[in-house]
């Protein structure tokens, strides 16, 4: 039976209600009024709502006034290919998405198939009311003020960090003006703890001869629950390596900082096992009397976990990467390598990894300038129209910077021009075998009578996969310095059917294609309709109504 996707989205709001009250942010009656009414909720929409509404930022200070999204009323959201836009060069490469719709539907139908699958998120919100053309803004009335701004990206944050995998990570660009309150939404949403940095984007070289101070940079935030990025990224003081092994001549010289257990904010089970290590039996959060008896009193939760799984740690004993200090297991950290995020073998640092620094962006290989003319390479006059494109350089760096696995998935919802996807296109070459998601909803401006998505983003991706537009033209700059990448690329698009549709071959039952989903075709009816229910929230609401 297919994974209930309506009911793990609900118990994901209800897991972040009772973090809040965890971080003292929420009052625990408060909480348990929120939690009543969000299993009580008739939508997933109303569910989602009611979480927003206990966001109160009382550490910072921070509110704003949260406007909910427009309600759907019976209509059921799902994908549909657009198999005139879809293509295959008929290779083993992964199949890469471009969903054309609103990224809030988006990303509900994705849960269905990639919750905590995603391993990396970059998104380039709109800014202002005018930065995106007429409808930027689609539940908004294109208002995007401040409060409009922090209440689009609420939710579909929320969902987004459903979509994460445990090890995974998510960047923002922002501009000056709302990086403050877009930095205390992230902390909200993922955490102040996942928090990794803040660092400043060049974007454009030089400045006026003027007596005004010119804007040459925003920024990126980065956040993740995943200690082992953390520490690899913020680890900066390497005096305090001063131990030797075996290893030395290798790895370099290490330090014992980390303990291989710790108190988690999203506690799984899976990661909370009896170790057996050097003949002793090791429980995570120390001694496992005192554990149990924290967790019967005060505090009715499970916390501690182990930061590997089992075969991880048994790798590495087997490597000597653990030091036993009392009833604690600690992790060597070396000078020259890692043990690679979510795999079991070491990463060897180049000289360009240990050189990272918050100012690594502030160069012009990074600016929009560069941003416009990757984009006019392939899609002439483009960068008129796209004022901030954000450069192939940028989203590469920023990948590189914590992937690992050679076959990750790689989400952007606000795609714009698409550049994440020719940046995993690009990173592909070097026999990688990622997967991009793009979500972008079809804008029309004066410049793209039939959408952005259209007639930009979807002609980008096309042109540097297969050398040609849809039309057969192939007169773009990019082909004179590069070959095209190949691969695959499956187009989606929103499309929706009432829940009360009973024409034979339009029920949703009908319509909604569940190989879109990863899953096999159903052959029996039955299947199907129980598949439609558990994922599909206004057929399940009606039918139980029904009965």
């Known amino acids: 039976m297919a994974e209930n996707s309506i009911t793990a989205t609900r118990e994901g709001l209800i897991a972040e209600i009772q973090r809040r009250v965890d971080d003292k942010i929420l009052e625990q009656t408060n909480a348990e009024l929120l939690i009543k009414l969000i299993r009580g909720a008739d939508t997933l929409d109303e569910a989602m709502a009611i979480a927003q509404l206990g966001t109160t930022y009382k550490r910072t200070g921070l509110h704003y006034d949260k406007r909910l999204e427009k309600q759907r009323g019976n209509t059921i959201k799902y994908f549909k290919k657009n198999k005139e836009l879809s293509f295959t060069d008929g290779t083993d ?8 719709g609103d990224n809030y539907d988006a990303l509900q139908n994705l849960l269905i198939q990639y919750r905590g699958k995603v391993d990396v998120i970059y998104i380039d919100p709109p800014y202002g009311k005018d930065s995106m053309g007429e409808f930027a803004n689609t539940n908004y009335d294109n208002a995007i003020t401040r409060d409009n701004l922090l209440s689009m990206l609420h939710p579909r944050l929320m969902l987004a960090k459903q979509l994460l995998s445990n090890t995974g990570i998510i960047f923002c660009s922002i501009d000056d003006r709302n990086q403050s309150y877009v930095k205390c939404l992230l902390d909200e949403v993922f955490g102040e703890s996942a928090f990794l940095f803040n660092v400043p984007r060049q974007t454009i070289k030089g400045g006026k001869t003027t007596t005004s101070i010119y804007k040459n940079h925003d920024y990126v935030l980065a956040y993740s629950m995943n200690m082992e990025i953390q520490l690899a990224l913020l680890d900066t003081d390497t005096s305090s390596y001063n131990l030797e092994d075996e290893f030395v001549e ?14 988690s904010l999203s506690y799984s089970a899976t990661m909370d096992y009896v170790l057996n290590y050097e003949g002793k039996c090791f429980v995570a959060g120390g001694d496992r009397e005192k554990r149990e008896k924290r967790i019967n009193g005060n505090h009715a939760k499970q916390d501690w976990t182990w930061r590997w799984s089992e075969s991880d740690i048994q790798w590495a ?22 043990k690679r995020i979510g795999r079991a073998e070491l990463q060897f640092f180049t000289k360009k990894q240990q050189a990272y620094s918050s100012l690594m962006y502030v160069e012009n290989d990074f600016s929009n300038n560069i941003g416009k003319k990757d984009l006019n390479s392939v899609i002439p006059g483009a960068n008129g129209f796209f004022k901030n494109p954000k450069p192939i ?10 992937l690992s696995n ?7 919802f606000f795609a714009g021009s698409g550049t994440t996807g020719q940046a995993i296109l690009e990173r592909n070459k070097e026999g990688n075998k990622a997967m991009f998601i793009l979500c972008q909803i079809n804008e029309i401006t004066n410049e793209t009578p039939n959408g952005i998505a ?3 983003t979807t002609k980008r991706i096309k042109r540097v996969m297969t050398g040609t537009c849809y039309d057969g033209t192939s007169d773009f700059k990019w082909l004179k310095n590069n070959q095209p990448y190949g691969g695959n690329l499956d187009v989606y698009e929103i ?8 024409v034979c071959g339009k029920t949703p039952f009908d319509v909604i294609d569940e190989t879109l989903y990863g899953h096999e075709k159903f052959t029996t009816l039955e299947d199907k309709i129980r598949w439609v229910c558990e994922n599909f929230e206004i057929t399940q609401d009606k039918l139980v109504e029904k009965k």
């Open 495 to 502: 499309d929706s059917v009432s829940n009360a549709e009973h």
């Open 454 to 456: 259209y007639d930009v």
């Open 93 to 100: 490469s992964p199949h890469h998405k471009l969903i054309i």
């Open 393 to 402: 350089s940028l989203i590469k760096a920023l990948i590189d910077l914590v």
């Open 250 to 263: 290798t790895r370099g010289k290490y330090k014992v900082t980390q303990t291989l257990d710790y108190d």
């Open 317 to 338: 004993a087997e490597n000597k990467l653990l030091v036993l200090k009392g009833n604690r297991i600690y992790t060597k950290t070396y000078e020259k390598c890692r």
């Open 406 to 412: 050679e076959d990750a998935i790689v989400l952007d």
